[in-house]
C-alpha cells in the first residue's frame, strides 16, 4: 500500500528508530486489513474491537498471548498512522480517542508535584539551582557538570546544551522563576564560587541531602528519576513527543516513547 510507504518515511523523517520504522507500517497494515473498511470510515469502537482481538490471540514463538507491552506498541502505531492522515489531510479527525498516559512509578520512577515541590521547599541555594537543572531543565548529570556561565542566556531565559550525549546540541527554554534564582545565585558567593564549577560527585552528594531533608531519602529516588519527572509531567500537559525529545536531547523517538503508557481509563480500555 502506497499510503503505509509514505507513513514509514514519515517516521523516518521524524527521527523514530529503524526498528520502528520497519514494524508499525506492518502492525497498521495488519490492523486495517482485520477490519476490511476505508480509513475514513474506522471508530474509536473499531479500535477498541480490534484491542479486544489482540488479547486472544497467542504469539507464535512463545505460544503465549502477547504481552501487554506488544498489545501497546501495537496501538502506538496505530495511533501515529491515524495523527499521520489527519495531519495529511486525508481525514478530518482521528478516531483514536485513547489517550497516551505517562509510565506509572513502577515503570519509571518519578516524583509527584507534592514531592518536588517539598524538595524545592527544603532546599538550599546551590540545592535550588540543582533541582533547576535537573529537573525544570532536564539534564543529564553530565550536562549540568559540563554547563558553562555562557550557556545560560539570562535575557532570553535559554539553555544551551553544546555537547549533549552523542555530542547533540540542544537549546532549553526556562521559566522567569529560574531566571531569578539562577540569578540570584550567580552573584551570591556560593555562585561566585561554585555554580557551573560544581562536581559530579558534589551534584549526587547535594541530592541525597535534599531527599533526606524531604522525608524521600528512603523511596529509592536516583538523580536521574528527576528527568524522569520533568517528561512525564510535560506529555501529561499534552506536548508533542517530538518536542519532548528534542527537549531531553534523546537521539531516538522510541526512546522518548518509554515515557508513555495507554490510559486504560473509564469508557476507553480497562485495566487489565
Known amino acids: 500500500m502506497e499510503e503505509l510507504y509514505l507513513f514509514r518515511k514519515e517516521l523516518q523523517n521524524l527521527g523514530y528508530c529503524k526498528t520502528i520504522v520497519n514494524t508499525y507500517p506492518r502492525r497498521v497494515r495488519e490492523f486495517l486489513q482485520h477490519l476490511g473498511k476505508d480509513i475514513a470510515e474506522i471508530t474509536n469502537t473499531d479500535i477498541l474491537e480490534y484491542y479486544s482481538y489482540l488479547k486472544t490471540i497467542k504469539s507464535r514463538k512463545a505460544n503465549k498471548l502477547l504481552s501487554e507491552s506488544y498489545v ?6 496505530i495511533k501515529l498512522y491515524f495523527d499521520y492522515v489527519q495531519r495529511t489531510g486525508q481525514i478530518k479527525v482521528s478516531p483514536y480517542q485513547l489517550k497516551i498516559k505517562t509510565a506509572k512509578t513502577g515503570e519509571r520512577k518519578v516524583f509527584t508535584k507534592e514531592e518536588i515541590q517539598r524538595l524545592y521547599n527544603k532546599s538550599s541555594p546551590l540545592q535550588v539551582i540543582i533541582l533547576h537543572l535537573c529537573y525544570a531543565c532536564g539534564l543529564r548529570r553530565t550536562e549540568a557538570v559540563d554547563l558553562l556561565l555562557k550557556d545560560i ?23 522567569k522563576q529560574v531566571q531569578r534564582d539562577i540569578e ?19 551534584i549526587y552528594e547535594e541530592f541525597k ?3 533526606k531533608k524531604a522525608g524521600l ?6 538523580l536521574h528519576c528527576l528527568r524522569h519527572t520533568i517528561a512525564t509531567q510535560l506529555l501529561e500537559q499534552g506536548m508533542e513527543l517530538e518536542k519532548v525529545r528534542d527537549f531531553l536531547g534523546h537521539e531516538y523517538l522510541s526512546t522518548t516513547q518509554i515515557y508513555t503508557r495507554i490510559n486504560y481509563g473509564t469508557g476507553t480500555i480497562p485495566a487489565q
Not at 544551551?160 to 547533540?168: N, S
Open 184 to 202: 540570584d545565585f550567580i552573584f551570591s558567593t556560593e555562585g561566585k564560587e561554585g555554580l557551573l564549577n560544581i562536581t559530579s560527585i558534589r
Open 153 to 175: 542566556d539570562l535575557e532570553n531565559n535559554l539553555l544551551y546544551i553544546r555537547k549533549g550525549k552523542g555530542k547533540k546540541r540542544r537549546v532549553i527554554p526556562f521559566t
Open 209 to 211: 541531602k535534599m531527599l
Open 217 to 222: 531519602n528512603n523511596n529509592g529516588f536516583t
Open 72 to 77: 501497546h506498541s501495537i496501538l502506538l502505531a
